[in-house]
């Protein structure tokens, strides 16, 4: 189980997306396109396309591909996706994505066919808590810790689905635990195939209202997610579901709970 700020998880999805261990092969090793798309449920069908990125590059991402001709298909319909920004495509009708279906990703680059296929999981079951209300304690040197007290979220997970979570602060203005540390940002766990998680206080830094976000995904992106390292000294080739490409094609459920975090 990994905790990332969830700037720091988007750094290690670019990361796997973006770079590779360069070997001998042949020219198109070093021209497949990178691909990003995340399906949900009623969100519009949206896919990143761009360049690998090399590791002396500063940019977060490669270059857009620009001009191509992207389409989905569930086995008995096939939409063409727009383009609606430079390596942005997008397919506008959100009720095209729909639970349990199988979906297949297809289009040509510099003379190859760019394929891959992912199926929507379910929604997560009974997300539940232990608590609405997370009693966290300021930190500061020399003094003794008060004991922690977690709170306990479970859901059911009979198929042995792959899950992670986000913890979203969503006050407007926010107030620090501790009254020190870096910028907010949403903090995400990579769970792996379990039912439950158990609060950590180092995962609250804000006070305040909270949106725990459960998300069920396919092992395809908890491949991806893993296969990084976390470690820019081994940087390998990353996992992909792409065919003739790099990148992930994959696709995903919520729910969310409410939490308030207060001293």
């Known amino acids: 189980m990994r905790i990332f700020t969830f700037a720091a998880l988007g750094l290690a999805i670019a990361c796997f997306l973006s770079s590779c261990k360069k070997e001998i092969g042949t020219a198109y090793d070093y021209q497949r396109p990178v691909v990003e798309g995340y399906l949900v449920p009623g969100v519009k069908a949206q896919v990143k396309v761009y360049y690998q990125k090399y590791l002396e590059d500063t940019i977060s991402y490669g270059f857009p591909v620009k001009g191509l001709k992207l389409k989905i298909s569930d086995g008995s319909n096939t939409v063409e996706l727009t383009e609606t920004a430079n390596g942005i495509y997008t397919y506008a009708d959100s009720t095209f994505i729909e639970e349990k279906k199988t979906y297949s990703l297809s289009f040509e680059n510099n003379g190859y066919s760019i394929t891959a296929k992912t199926t929507v999981p379910d929604k997560p079951v009974a997300f539940t808590a232990s608590d609405s209300i997370q009693v966290v304690h300021e930190r500061s040197f020399g003094s003794t810790p008060e004991a922690f007290v977690p709170v306990l979220f479970s859901w059911e997970n009979v198929s042995s689905g ?14 620090r635990i501790d009254g ?13 195939q379990v039912s439950s998680y158990q609060t950590q206080q180092m995962i609250y830094q804000f006070l305040g209202r909270h949106q725990i976000i459960l998300f069920h995904i396919n092992q395809e992106y908890s491949d991806a997610l893993n296969s990084n390292g976390g470690s820019s000294l081994n940087l390998t080739n990353p996992f992909t579901n792409i065919t003739n490409g790099l990148g992930i094609f994959t696709a995903m ?6 939490i308030r975090v207060t001293r």
């Open 253 to 258: 459920q919520a729910d969310t709970l409410n």
């Open 180 to 192: 020190f540390g870096p910028s907010y940002s949403d903090r995400s766990v990579i769970l792996g």
């Open 162 to 175: 792959h899950y992670m979570m986000m913890i979203k602060n969503i006050e407007k203005s926010r107030t």
